[in-house]
C-alpha cells in the first residue's frame, strides 16, 4: 500500500502531507525533515528512488519527483510497483494542473482542501482507486460543483 | 461565548486563504506569532453556533495542523458536531479534520459511528464517498465492527465510484476486524468479475495487500487471478496480480508451471517497463527454476541496465540482486556493465552496483576485484568510501574468511585500507586483524610485520578513525611477538609519547602488548634452552613457540660455547641456524630468519636501553586514574624492578659459569613467557551457555534489574583478551569453561582440494539455512557442504575422498589455503529467525474457513508434541557439546602427526559426517515442526484473547485449481 504522500518545497516547507497509517504530529515532522535531507542532497538527473529503510523502517521504499519548486514524494512498500508509482505521481500532477490550469506552487498552497480531495480520488486508504487524470478531474468537479450549487458563499475551494 | 461576539466573529472572520497569506507574509522568524495569534482566533470560531464560522475555523485549524504541526487534539469534537451538517462543504471540513487529525486513542471517534452510517447509506453518493474517505484512515475495531453491514452494501453499489471506494476501504476494515471478512469477502470475490477496469483494480490491490502477508489462504483463487492474468491488459491490475502469484507460485510448483508462459508472453508483448519490470521481478523471485524464462527476464534486465534512464538502471541493478545464486551467470554476464556503474553518478545505483559486485566475489577473483574497489574507494566521497570498504570487509570475513586463499595478501590489504584518509572501519578492522590472528597461524609472521607498519608511524596516533585499528595491531604484536623481527622497536613504537593520544582502554591494550614484549625479550635473554623446553612441554604451542624451537634446534649440535659466542655475534649466526632449521617446514624459515635479531636484544646496552625506555615512558603512568592502564604499569615495573638487577649479573658473569637457574627471575619470566605464549583461540559466541548452571543457583534472581542498569556498559575490548588468561598449569582443565571449542581445520593440502572441489560442483555450494548448522556437532571446517544439501551429502563426500585419493591436477593457486580456525557453532551467524508478526493472521484466518471449509486441527496437540521435542531436543545438544569436549583433547598434535594422519582423519571425517547427516535431518525436522508448532501456539494465545474459534491454523490440502 501507499503509506504516505507529501510535497513539499524545495526550502522544505511541506505543502501537502497525508499519512494513510496513523502517525504522531511529531513523527511527520521529523519524517518530512530527514526526507528532505536526503532530497537536498540528491543531483539533478539522479534516479528518483530513495532507500528509505533507515527513515521509514524495513520494506519503506520512496519515490519522488521534483516538479519546478516542488518535491511530491510517495512512500509505499513492496506491494507496489516503483515505476508504477512514478506513474501515478503523473496522474496526480495531471489532475493538479487541470484542475488549477497550469498549476504552480501557490495553487497548491492556496487549494488546501482542493487538493486533499483531488489526492482522494486518486487514492484512497492507501490504495490506488483511480489511475486517469480526467477521471479524477471529473470527480472533484462533480464534487464542487454540488457544494457552490448549494452555497451561497463558498469559503477558501474557487 | 456571548451571540453578539459570535456574530462578529462571522462577519469579521478571517477566512483560511487570509490566514495563509498572513502566515506567508510574516516577518522573518514570527511565524510562531501569527500562528499562535490564529490559533486563540480559530478557539474563539470555532465554538461558533454558525455552522459556516465553525466550518472555517476548523477549516484553519485542519490547515495550520497539517502543515504546520499546531495541535487540533482539542478540537475533534466539533468535528464531530460538523460532520452532521447537511452541507457538504461543511461535512467534507469536517471528515477532512477528522482523516488527519483523529487518532486512535481519540475519544470522541465513537461519536462518529452514527454519522458515518448515516452517510455510508446516504443516497447522495459525495456524501458516501466521504464517509468513506475517513473511515480508510480512521478506521477503529470498533468503527469496522458496528460499520461492516453499511460497508458490505456500499461493495454492491451500482454506482462503481462508490464501489472501488468501498473496496479500497475493505481492507482497513478487515485489518481491524477480522469477522468482517465472513461478511464482506464474498462480494470483494465478486467484484473480481466486474467490468468495471477500475474495480477489478481496486479488488485485486486488496487482495494482493492480503496475499502478501498470508499467501496460502488465497490458494483458491487462483484460477479467477490466472484468468485475469491472461486476459486483462491493464497494467495496474496486471502487476498486482503478478504480485499475487508471486507468493503463490512459491507455494505450488504446479501453479507455477501454469503462470510462467503468460507472465513471459507479458514480458515480450508488453510495452509498459513497469509491467515488464514488474513480471522480471516475479520470475526472478519466485520462477528462477525456469530457465528459459530467466533467461528472457535476464535479458530484458540488460535491456534496463544500458537504457538512458537512470531509473532502469537502478531497478536493473537491484533485479540482478534478486538473482538466485544458481544463477549467477546472470551477473557474472553484465560485470562490465555493473562494475562500470560503480563510477555512476547516482549513490542509489552506486550502491546497488557494489552490493552485486561483492556478490559476484569468489575465491579466484577476490583480489581482483578487492583492488578494482580500492581503486574506487581512494577516488569516491567519504561516504561512499566507507560504504565500498565495509563491504570489502563484510565479503572478505564472510563465513570465517571463507574466499581469502592468501591470508598475507588479505592481512597487508587490511592495512592498506587503515591508511585510506576517509576510512572509519576502525573497528571491524580491529576485530578482523585479532580474529585473523587467532584462527590463522600461518599469517601471524605477516600480521606482525603489518601492524608493525602501523605502530611505528606516530602520524596515525593522531586520527581517532584508527585508534581502533592500533590497537588491534598493538595486540598482535604483543601476542606473537615471537615473529617480530626486532622486538626493541616495536617496543618503542608501543611505548612512543604521542600514545597519549589514545582513549585509555586502548593505551591499556598497548601497555599490555609492551608487557608481552618485555617478558619475551627477558625469556630469550636469559633462559634460551629453557624457552625451546618450555615451549616442548606446550603441545598447543608448536607454531607459536615455533622460533624458539627452530632456534633449538639450530643449537643442538652446537657446543654450549658456540653458542654463547652466537649470541653475541650477530648477524653471521643466520646462516647457521637457517641451515640447521632447514628441515623444519618452509614457513619457518621466516620466522627462524628472525632468531638473529633477537640476539641484538641480549647486549647490555640494548638490555638497559630497553628498561630505561620502559621506566621513562611507564613511570610517570603509576598515577593514572585509570584502572587498566595503572594495574598494567604497575606490572610491567614490577617485573623490571625484579629483574634488572640479575639481568645485569647475568650479563657480567659472560659466558661459562652461567647458571640462570640460580636467579630468582627465572622462575618468574618462565612462568610469565609460558603464559604469555598460552594460544588464544576464538571464542564460541554461545561458550558461555554450555557452562551447565550448578544446581540449586538461581541466576535470575535479585539481579535481574542489573541488566536495564549495565545494560548499555560497554567493556573495553582488551580486557576481554587479558584478564581471564588461563594459567598455563591448568591448561588441560575441564574448569575453563570459556575455553574455545577448537576445530582443527584439515590441512591445507586438503583444503585445496575441497576448493577445487567446490569449484566444480558449485551447484551444492548455494547460501545455506545458517540455523540447519546449529546443533551438529562440529563441522569439518571450510567445508559448507554439511550447511547445504543435506541429502546429497553422502554423495558428496564419496567424491570428496574418491578427489583426495586420486590427487588430481593440483589448483591454481600458488600458495596452499592455510589453516582457519573455525568454532563448532560460534561462527553461525545467528540469522534471526523471527517471522514478522502478521497484522492479518486472523484475517486470512477467516478467509481460509471461507475458502476452504473448517477442517482445523486443534492447536493444543501440536503444542504438547512440540513441547516434547524441545525436550528431546536440548538433551541431545548436551551430548553433542560433551563430544565436542572429547575431540578436543585428541586434538593436540604435533605438526608432524597432524600431517601423517590425514588419511585416517579423512576417513574417520566420511563417516562421522554420514552419521550426522541422519541427526541433521532429524532435527531438521524437529526445528521445522517445532516453528509451525509456534505459530500455532501463537495463534491459540490470540484465539483466547479475542474469543474468535475456529482460526483454521493447519493448511489443508491444496486441490489442484488450474489443473
Known amino acids: 500500500m501507499i503509506r504516505a504522500v507529501i510535497v513539499m518545497n524545495d526550502k522544505g516547507k511541506p505543502r501537502l502531507v497525508k499519512f494513510y497509517e496513523f502517525q504522531p504530529v511529531e513523527k511527520q515532522q521529523e519524517l518530512i525533515r530527514s526526507i528532505y535531507g536526503v532530497l537536498c542532497s540528491r543531483a539533478e538527473k539522479v534516479s528518483n528512488f530513495i532507500r528509505a529503510d533507515s527513515i ?39 489532475a493538479l494542473d487541470k484542475c488549477f490550469s497550469n498549476v504552480c506552487e501557490l495553487d497548491i498552497v492556496f487549494n488546501f482542501n482542493k487538493v486533499h480531495s483531488i489526492l482522494d480520488e486518486i487514492i484512497l486508504g492507501g490504495q490506488v482507486i483511480e489511475t486517469s487524470s480526467s477521471e479524477v478531474v471529473k470527480a472533484v468537479e462533480e464534487a464542487y460543483r454540488c457544494s457552490s450549487s448549494n452555497s451561497s458563499f463558498t469559503p477558501v475551494v474557487n | 461565548m456571548s451571540g453578539g461576539s459570535s456574530l462578529m466573529d462571522s462577519i469579521f472572520q478571517r477566512s483560511l486563504e487570509d490566514l495563509i497569506k498572513s502566515v506567508r507574509l510574516h516577518l522573518p522568524g514570527g511565524e510562531p506569532t501569527v500562528i499562535s495569534k490564529a490559533l486563540e482566533e480559530i478557539r474563539r470560531e470555532i465554538r461558533s453556533t454558525d455552522l459556516t464560522t465553525k466550518a472555517e475555523a476548523l477549516q484553519k485549524l485542519t490547515y495550520l495542523h497539517s502543515l504546520h504541526h499546531a495541535d487540533m487534539s482539542w478540537a475533534a469534537f466539533h468535528a464531530v458536531e460538523l460532520s452532521s451538517s447537511a452541507f457538504l462543504p461543511h461535512k467534507r471540513a469536517a471528515y477532512l479534520a477528522a482523516s488527519i487529525s483523529f487518532r486512535p486513542s481519540t475519544d470522541v471517534l465513537l461519536l462518529l459511528t452514527n454519522q458515518l452510517r448515516k452517510d455510508l447509506n446516504s443516497t447522495n453518493h459525495l456524501e458516501g464517498s466521504l464517509a468513506l474517505e475517513c473511515l480508510s484512515v480512521i478506521c477503529t475495531p470498533d468503527l469496522a465492527r458496528d460499520l461492516t453491514p453499511d460497508l458490505f452494501t456500499m461493495l454492491g453499489s451500482s454506482k462503481n465510484l462508490v464501489r472501488k471506494k468501498a473496496i479500497a476501504t475493505s481492507l482497513r476494515v478487515f485489518s481491524q476486524y477480522s469477522d468482517a471478512v465472513r461478511v464482506c469477502f464474498k462480494r470483494l470475490v465478486e467484484n473480481l468479475e466486474s467490468g468495471d477496469v477500475q474495480t477489478v483494480s481496486a479488488t485485486v490491490g486488496v487482495f494482493c495487500e492480503l496475499a502478501l502477508k498470508e499467501p496460502r489462504a488465497y490458494m483458491p483463487l487462483a484460477p479467477e487471478f490466472y484468468r485475469i492474468l491472461v486476459d486483462s491488459r491493464n497494467n495496474w491490475v496486471l502487476i498486482k496480480v503478478l504480485k499475487v502469484f508471486a507468493k503463490l507460485a512459491a507455494l505450488e510448483p504446479r501453479l507455477a508451471k501454469k503462470v510462467v508462459e503468460p507472465i513471459c508472453e507479458h514480458m515480450r508483448r508488453s510495452g509498459a517497463k513497469s509491467l515488464v519490470f514488474e513480471c522480471i521481478r516475479t520470475i526472478l523471485s519466485s520462477l528462477s527454476e525456469y530457465e528459459s524464462a530467466v533467461k528472457l527476464a535476464v535479458a530484458k534486465v ?4 544500458v537504457d538512458d534512464d537512470q531509473n532502469l538502471r537502478y531497478l536493473g541493478l537491484q533485479a540482478l540482486s534478486l538473482v538466485d545464486l544458481k544463477h549467477l551467470w546472470a551477473v557474472l554476464e553484465n560485470k562490465e556493465v555493473v562494475i562500470r556503474s560503480l563510477s555512476d553518478a547516482d549513490p542509489n545505483i552506486k550502491l546497488e552496483a557494489l552490493q552485486l559486485v561483492m556478490a559476484m566475489v569468489s575465491e579466484d577473483n577476490v583480489t581482483e576485484i578487492c583492488r578494482v574497489l580500492i581503486t574506487y574507494a581512494l577516488k569516491a566521497d567519504p561516504e561512499f568510501c566507507n560504504e565500498i570498504l565495509g563491504f570489502i570487509l563484510s565479503a572478505c570475513s564472510r563465513n ?272 610469565m613467557r609460558n603464559a604469555f605464549s598460552e594460544e588464544i583461540g576464538p571464542v564460541a559466541v554461545s561458550a558461555r551457555d554450555r557452562v551447565p548452571i550448578p544446581e540449586g543457583l538461581v541466576l535470575e534472581e535479585n539481579l535481574h534489574n542489573l541488566e536495564t542498569i549495565c545494560g548499555d556498559v560497554q567493556f573495553p575490548i582488551s580486557s576481554s583478551f587479558f584478564l581471564g588468561r588461563p594459567h ?148 541431545k545438544v548436551s551430548e553433542v557439546n560433551e563430544n565436542v569436549g572429547n575431540v578436543r583433547k585428541s586434538e593436540h598434535r604435533t605438526p608432524s602427526s597432524r600431517k601423517s594422519k590425514h588419511h585416517c582423519h579423512g576417513k574417520e571425517r566420511e563417516s562421522r559426517s554420514s552419521e550426522k547427516n541422519i541427526e541433521l535431518r532429524e532435527e ?25 474459534a475456529n482460526v483454521v491454523s493447519q493448511t489443508p490440502v491444496i486441490p489442484d485449481f488450474l489443473l
Request: glycine share 6%.
Open chain 1, 56 to 94: 521509514l523502517g524495513p520494506d519503506a521504499r520512496l519515490v519522488y519527483k521534483t516538479y519546478a519548486t516542488l518535491y511530491f514524494v510517495f512512500i509505499f512498500d513492496t506491494s507496489e510497483n516503483e515505476l508504477a508509482i512514478l506513474d501515478l505521481m503523473q496522474v496526480f500532477v495531471e
Open chain 2, 728 to 875: 598455563s598449569g591448568e591448561r588441560d582443565g575441564v574448569s575453563f569453561f570459556n575455553r574455545p571449542i577448537i576445530e582443527v581445520s584439515e590441512s591445507s593440502n586438503e583444503s585445496t582440494l575441497l576448493t577445487e572441489h567446490r569449484k566444480r560442483h558449485g551447484l551444492y555450494y548455494l547460501p545455506s539455512d545458517k540455523k540447519e548448522v546449529v546443533s551438529c556437532e562440529y563441522p569439518p571446517p571450510n567445508d559448507p557442504k554439511v550447511q547445504d544439501d543435506i541429502t546429497d551429502d553422502a554423495e558428496d563426500l564419496v567424491k570428496l575422498t574418491e578427489q583426495s585419493l586420486v590427487r588430481k591436477k593440483k589448483p591454481s593457486q600458488a600458495k596452499p589455503r592455510p589453516v582457519v580456525l573455525k568454532l563448532d557453532e560460534g561462527d553461525e551467524i545467528s540469522v534471526a529467525a523471527e517471522k514478522p508478526e502478521s497484522k492479518d493472521d486472523m484475517v486470512s484466518g477467516a478467509v481460509r474457513e471461507l475458502l476452504f471449509g473448517s477442517d482445523a486441527i486443534p492447536p493444543s496437540t501440536q503444542i504438547n508434541s512440540s513441547d516434547k521435542l524441545s525436550s528431546k531436543r536440548s538433551g
Open chain 2, 924 to 948: 531438521n525436522g524437529q526445528s521445522n515442526k517445532q516453528k509451525s508448532g509456534h505459530r500455532h501456539g501463537r495463534h491459540k494465545a490470540r484465539q483466547r484473547a479475542d474469543g474468535i
Open chain 2, 302 to 305: 540488460r535491456e534496463f541496465l
Open chain 2, 400 to 671: 570465517v574468511y571463507e574466499v581469502i586463499i592468501d591470508f598475507d595478501w588479505y592481512v597487508s590489504l587490511l592495512g592498506e585500507i587503515s591508511r585510506i584518509p576517509h576510512c572509519k572501519k576502525g573497528e571491524e578492522i580491529e576485530n578482523q586483524l585479532t580474529d585473523i590472528g587467532m584462527r590463522v597461524e600461518d599469517v601471524r609472521p605477516e600480521l606482525v610485520h603489518v601492524g608493525r607498519n602501523l605502530l611505528i608511524d606516530p602520524a596515525l596516533l593522531g586520527n581517532p578513525f584508527i585508534h581502533r585499528i592500533l590497537c588491534g595491531a598493538a595486540w598482535v604484536s604483543g601476542e606473537y611477538v615471537q615473529f617480530s623481527t626486532n622486538p626493541l622497536e616495536l617496543m618503542e613504537a608501543l611505548l612512543q609519547p604521542r600514545t597519549n593520544l589514545l582513549p585509555p582502554s586502548i593505551r591499556a591494550v598497548y601497555i599490555q602488548s609492551a608487557f608481552k614484549v618485555l617478558t619475551f625479550c627477558l625469556n630469550v635473554a636469559f633462559l634460551p634452552n629453557e624457552a625451546a623446553y618450555s615451549s616442548s612441554s606446550c603441545p598447543i604451542n608448536e607454531y607459536s613457540a615455533s622460533p624458539s624451537f627452530a632456534g633449538h634446534e639450530s643449537l643442538t649440535d652446537c657446543e654450549q660455547d658456540e653458542f654463547l659466542n652466537l649470541r653475541v655475534l650477530s648477524q653471521s649466526v643466520k646462516a647457521p641456524s637457517v641451515k640447521n632449521g632447514g628441515d623444519t617446514a618452509v614457513n619457518h624459515v621466516k620466522t627462524s630468519a628472525s632468531l638473529p635479531l633477537r640476539n641484538d636484544i641480549l647486549t647490555q646496552k640494548s638490555a638497559d636501553k630497553m628498561f630505561t625506555l620502559v621506566k621513562t615512558a611507564l613511570a610517570p603512568l603509576v598515577g593514572s586514574h585509570e584502572v587498566e592502564i595503572h594495574e598494567r604499569v604497575c606490572n610491567i615495573l614490577g617485573l623490571l624492578e625484579l629483574t634488572q638487577n640479575e639481568m645485569t649479573g647475568c650479563f657480567s658473569r659472560e659466558k661459562g659459569n652461567f647458571e640462570t637457574e640460580e636467579l630468582k627471575a627465572y622462575e618468574t619470566i618462565k612462568m
